[in-house]
């Protein structure tokens, strides 16, 4: 058999996924071969996740803004200094870093870091407290306010996000039967 004689229907075609969106939805390139597009390039993510892990993040993400406030707000606050001699900004900083770092480690993964969830709660009532254990509280209003409120937002904030961790715990654990209840 000549090689000029075969068909168009013998030729083998590319091993390559059509697009499956958008104006080219069906078409294959001519030029492409089959390691040009990887072979799970549609495939489905190999874990979903649920409305209430998704759900069980959020407070503690909002709480993380918070800790962006904190360390913001000595540059747009006049804070004053303090009864210990140091000013109340390095309060406000240190706090809003840690509740950053918990509250976002919290975000990402509030099953895992579950047995964190008190740091937040503490670092909010210090907020509220500070102002008058440091000595600040007469001098400068505005930073008191600033205090109280975001310590009080913060350990809300952290408080819901444990119990929508625990409620989505909760219904993980009801959803997977337990192994040795089948075996019995």
């Known amino acids: 058999m000549n090689t000029h004689d075969r068909r168009d229907d013998d030729r083998a075609t590319p091993l390559v996924p059509q697009e499956q969106y958008g104006p080219w939805k069906g078409m294959r390139p001519p030029y492409a071969s089959p390691s040009a597009v990887p072979a799970d390039r ?14 069980a993040g959020f407070p503690n993400a909002l709480a993380m803004l918070a800790g962006v406030w904190l360390v913001v707000s000595p540059w747009l606050l006049d804070h004053p200094g303090t009864a210990a001699g140091f000013n109340a900004a390095w309060n406000d900083i240190l706090v809003g870093v840690l509740v950053f770092l918990v509250a976002g480690a919290r975000a990402v993964s509030p099953y895992a870091t579950l047995p964190w969830s008190w740091v937040p709660i503490v670092l909010g009532i210090w907020l509220v407290a500070a102002p008058y254990v440091l000595g600040f509280a007469a001098e400068s209003r505005p930073v008191t306010v600033n205090d109280i409120v975001m310590g009080a937002l913060i350990a809300v ?21 337990d192994a040795r209840a089948e075996d019995a």
């Open 42 to 55: 549609y495939a489905r993510p190999a874990r979903s996740y649920s409305f209430r892990e998704v759900l």
């Open 157 to 177: 904030l952290t408080a819901v996000g444990v119990l929508t961790s625990l409620w989505g715990r909760r219904a993980r654990t009801n959803a997977q039967p």
